[in-house]
Nanobody, 122 residues
């Protein structure tokens, strides 16, 4: 079965960087688009970034453009999210997701990890 395991979250200060990783198993990784989404308390889940199966196409949410970078290593079945210049408003649980085809909305994605907490203090 599809398994997605996030890691790399933590508590950082504003302006710091973090890199999240998502290790995938149970499916043919390079046939799937991958995504990162986040959900803050009391808010809806929102897209952070998505990447096509080949890595040639990416999408970023407006609030993270220019600060976050999504990438993938198909040889390692892993997708990454490099987060730079973190802000307190980036505080949320970050989820890894997978889908066949392509998507930029949470409704486009069928498989989800358990999430990793990112907290940015001011």
């Amino acid at each position: 079965q599809v398994q997605l395991v996030e890691s790399g979250g933590g508590l950082v200060q504003a302006g710091d960087s973090l890199r999240l990783s998502c290790a995938a198993s149970g499916f043919t990784f390079n046939n799937y688009a991958m995504g990162w989404f986040r959900q803050a308390p009391g808010k809806e889940r929102e897209p952070v970034a998505t990447i096509s199966w080949s890595g040639s196409t990416t999408y970023y949410g407006d609030s993270v453009k220019g600060r976050f970078t999504i990438s993938r290593d198909n040889a390692k079945n892993t997708v990454y999210l490099q987060m730079n210049n973190l802000k307190p408003e980036d505080t949320a649980v970050y989820y890894c997701s997978a889908t066949t085809g392509w998507g930029t909305r949470s409704a486009d994605f069928s498989s989800w990890g358990q999430g990793t907490q990112v907290t940015v203090s001011s």
